[in-house]
């Protein structure tokens, strides 16, 4: 009896979200997140109904062959962040980075949810949802300067801080897969799609457990 009233108490509780798998891609700036989400993304086949991909809301502007997200400024970032419109937001080199609170929606509906996060929100990302696949992409050191500078935002000493900041903190994820994205995309991006496949089969069940 007092385990079927806690059984019940969790399923009504708002948090964390017991459906669905969150994978919070992270790792340093120049591993190659996008390019390899976006590898995985169009090659989907009978996936594609149980994966979302979640658009980030950034306060900069969208570059030509950077990712797709939605740009607000600072001062409408806040007052979205207030009107309680992020399931999760953090502010990381200078911007702010926010997640629609419809992946929570996603979530419920056992999706498997990918996003491009920071490590530094792991925490929040798994108090907020039950089952959370943290996946780090990442690269040599020598080459995450190299595609850092080939990007052109920064100036040598900012990438040198970027890199000084320490790519040992991102790989220092409990529980997570770390993907290696030194060599050709599709080895990357098959290591990540075999994953998400391990996840959709996961948020089939993963609620009753």
Same mark, same amino acid.
């Given at each position: 009896?007092?385990?079927?009233?806690?059984?019940? /108490?969790?399923?009504?509780?708002?948090?964390?979200?017991?459906?669905?798998?969150?994978? /919070?891609?992270? #790792? +340093?700036?120049?591993?190659?997140?996008?390019?390899?989400? #976006?590898? /995985?993304?169009?090659? *989907?086949?009978?996936?594609?109904?149980?994966?979302?991909? /979640?658009?980030?809301?950034?306060?900069?502007?969208? &570059? +030509? %062959?950077? &990712?797709?997200?939605?740009?607000?400024?600072?001062?409408?970032? &806040?007052?979205?962040?207030?009107?309680?419109?992020?399931?999760?937001?953090?502010?990381?080199? #200078?911007?702010?980075?926010?997640?629609?609170?419809?992946?929570?929606?996603?979530?419920?509906?056992?999706?498997?949810?990918?996003?491009? #996060?920071?490590?530094?929100?792991? +925490?929040?990302?798994?108090?907020?949802?039950?089952?959370?696949?943290?996946?780090?992409?990442?690269? +040599?050191?020598?080459?995450?300067?190299? =595609?850092?500078?080939?990007?052109?935002?920064?100036?040598?000493?900012?990438?040198?801080?970027?890199?000084?900041? %320490?790519?040992?903190?991102?790989?220092?994820?409990?529980?997570? *897969?770390?993907?290696?994205?030194?060599?050709?995309? &599709?080895?990357?991006?098959? =290591?990540?799609?075999?994953? *998400?496949?391990?996840?959709?089969?996961?948020?089939?069940?993963?609620?009753?457990?």
């Amino acid at each position: 009896m007092f385990s079927a009233t806690i059984e019940r /108490a969790q399923d009504e509780a708002p948090f964390p979200i017991r459906q669905g798998v969150f994978v /919070a891609v992270v #790792g +340093p700036s120049g591993g190659g997140k996008d390019s390899v989400i #976006g590898y /995985a993304r169009e090659r *989907l086949g009978r996936l594609e109904g149980d994966i979302v991909f /979640a658009r980030r809301v950034i306060t900069r502007p969208m &570059e +030509p %062959g950077s &990712e797709e997200h939605d740009t607000l400024d600072e001062a409408a970032f &806040e007052q979205e962040k207030a009107a309680g419109r992020f399931a999760l937001s953090w502010h990381a080199n #200078g911007l702010s980075y926010g997640l629609p609170v419809s992946l929570d929606d996603a979530m419920r509906q056992g999706k498997v949810v990918v996003a491009n #996060g920071s490590r530094a929100v792991i +925490p929040e990302i798994r108090a907020r949802y039950a089952h959370v696949l943290p996946l780090v992409v990442t690269a +040599p050191r020598a080459v995450l300067a190299e =595609r850092l500078s080939r990007r052109g935002r920064e100036t040598r000493e900012e990438v040198l801080a970027r890199l000084a900041r %320490g790519t040992a903190s991102e790989l220092a994820v409990p529980d997570a *897969l770390v993907i290696d994205n030194s060599g050709p995309l &599709e080895q990357a991006g098959e =290591r990540l799609l075999e994953a *998400l496949r391990k996840a959709a089969a996961w948020s089939d069940v993963c609620d009753m457990v």
